[in-house]
Structures are given as C-alpha cells and as structure tokens.
C-alpha cells in the first residue's frame, strides 16, 4: 500500500489531525476500516462515493474501500538531522514515506506556544525542509563514500547511483531539495530507490482555525502560493474541527459540515490530494460478496494492476475483462453493460483506467 508521512514541527496539530483521522476511520467501521498498526501508523480506507454506487447495482454483501496508511511522524524539530529532538530515528521513518504531509501552523492562539516564538507557516516549512535537506546530504556523503571501491570496478549499478547521488548533492549544496533533479526516465527507478526525502512528494496542510475553516486566511494562502512555485500541493484544513466530527454519526456529521459551510470533511479533501499527488488511480472489483477498490499508479498495466490484489493474478495473467464505471452505472449493472457491448476483452498491454471495473482471467 501507499503511505503519507505526517510531518511538522511541535505544537502545529499533527496528533490532532492523525488522531481525528484513525478515530473517523475507527468510528465508520463498515465502510472505512481502519487499524492500528503501531501506535503511530493507521490505515485509512479512501473514501470514493463510486464505491457504494457499484455496491448497490451488484447487490454486494461487503463494501471494501481501498487503503492509505498515515504514519505520524512526530519529533521533527531545528537541529534533528544534528540529532536533536528524536533525530534520526523519525528520519528512517521518513525515508519509507510515498509522501509528507506536511503540516503548517497557520492559526493563532496565544495560548498555544510556538517553537519558533511567531506564527509564520512559510518560514516554517523552510525549517523543516532545511533539515531534511541537511539529513540528505549527510546520507549521500555516507552512501557515495561507501560506493567509492566498487566504482572501480565496472559496476553499472554502482555507476548509476553514483551518478545520482552527485545531482542530488549538487542540488542540496545549491540549497535545493533534491526533488528539482530532472530525471531520465531510464533511472527514475533507481532515483526511486534512494529513499532522498527531499525528493518525496510534499502535500502541505494549512491547519487553520474554525472559523477560516471554509475560506482559509491570509497564512494558508501565502503557503498555497508558496507550493504552486515548488509543484507541490495544499489542503486547508482545521484538525479542531476534524477532530470534533470524528467523533460524531455520519448524519451528525453532515449537519456540522454544512453549520461550517463545508461541502466535505477535510480529511476527506486530505485522503484524495494525497492520492492525486501520488498519482494514484483506483480500479473496482465487483461481485454479489463484495464491491472492492484497489489502488494503482497512473498508467499500471492491467498484469501489474491484478498483482495488486495477488502475485498469482499477475504471474497466470490471460486477460481482463473491462467495463468502464461510467457506463456500469449508466447501464445498470455489469449484465446490461455486457449485452450493451460495453464489456472489453483486454489483454497484457491494457493500461487500467482509472474507474475500471475489472475481472481478472489467470492460470493457476
Ligand atoms: P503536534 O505537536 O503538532 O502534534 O500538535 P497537537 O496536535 O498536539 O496540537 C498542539 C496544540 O495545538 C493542542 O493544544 C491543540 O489542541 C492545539 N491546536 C491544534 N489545532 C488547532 C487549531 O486549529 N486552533 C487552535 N486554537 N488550536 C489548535
């Protein structure tokens, strides 16, 4: 599965926002299950209205969303690639991410300290960033040093992630993160696989205060400037009120949101900026047991897309059988999409759309 780091300095809402998270999760139980991995990581189903749609036309006993995990990534502070705070141990953490979720301070209260003594999310995510661009730094130093004999060699592995890592640190000693490399797309894997943190993704959350909830405020705004020129993206969001809709019923729930002029809850917006700035795509399995989302990246083969769901699908792939899930529900169901001619026979080369409502066909 994929996961999101939630990162941010002290005091800026990160456990309110994983708290309220993990308890909507564990409050919706039938239809976003949620558990707890370790006291810090919670799998959060995505929530995806087409999912229910397809239920109700199959008549499917379960409903099974598809999956994120969140990990809260707590102790991130000035000085932790020094080994301040809790150091490097969150930064391990940090290195198995997809992506951050990178939390912002951008409501005031007096009441609430600031570890930096003012309210200012920009110069704040330049804290955090500065630090995970010194922990990169040091870790290329480290992995470059230790490459140094087999480069004598004709080590073409060897080659490639040296070669990497010199972009990567000339960018970091430029004072970049490693995320403005441009990779070709022949080493995209490899550059991948080295785990940079500054080359993951970076989904900011401007954690404003009730009442900026619906509009944002000035802060938010200066932030979401601030990721459109890095390619980044944001979400404003109050944890306080997610954290008081997690503990309410559905229907209480949607009442509150609209007291708030809210269309949705903010963890929702949250889950979905996530998947989208992942790239992710969701395809639908669906039968009279259960209707099932399951997450790809854009452009999966269909193969690689039934890995997802077992080895043996992807090994034993014949073929899949396809229906889009605009023309599933506008037909009806998969019998009428079927005798409507809307059922495609897909084969190896297929890339999954995202929507497909897919049967795998295999050998075992
Ligand atoms: P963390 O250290 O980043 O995990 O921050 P917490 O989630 O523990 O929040 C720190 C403090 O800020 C707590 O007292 C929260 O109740 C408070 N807090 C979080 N979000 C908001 C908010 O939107 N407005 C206000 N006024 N306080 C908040």
Redesign the pocket.
Known sequence: GFKMGIV??????????FNALTRTAAAQAANFPFCTIEPNVGDVGVPDDRLEKLAALAGSKQIIPTRMTFVDI?GLVKGASKGEGLGNQFLANIREVDAIAH?LRC?E?DD?THVEGRVDPVADAATIETELMLADLESIEKRRAGLVRKLKGSDKEAQQQDRLLAAAQEALEDGKPARVVEVEAEDAKAWRMLQLLTTKPVLYVC????DDAAEGNALSAKVAEMAAAEGNSHVVI???IEEEISQLEAEEAEMFLGEMGLEEAGLDRLIRAGYALLRLETYFTVGPKEARAWTIREGTSAPQAAGVIHGDFEKGFIRAETIAYDDFVALGGEQAAKEAGKMRAEGKGYRVKDGDVLHFLFNT
């Open positions: 941010g300095l002290p005091n800026v809402g990160k456990s309110t926002l707590a939390v409501f209260d609430v954690n404003v205060s009730e109050s944890a306080r």
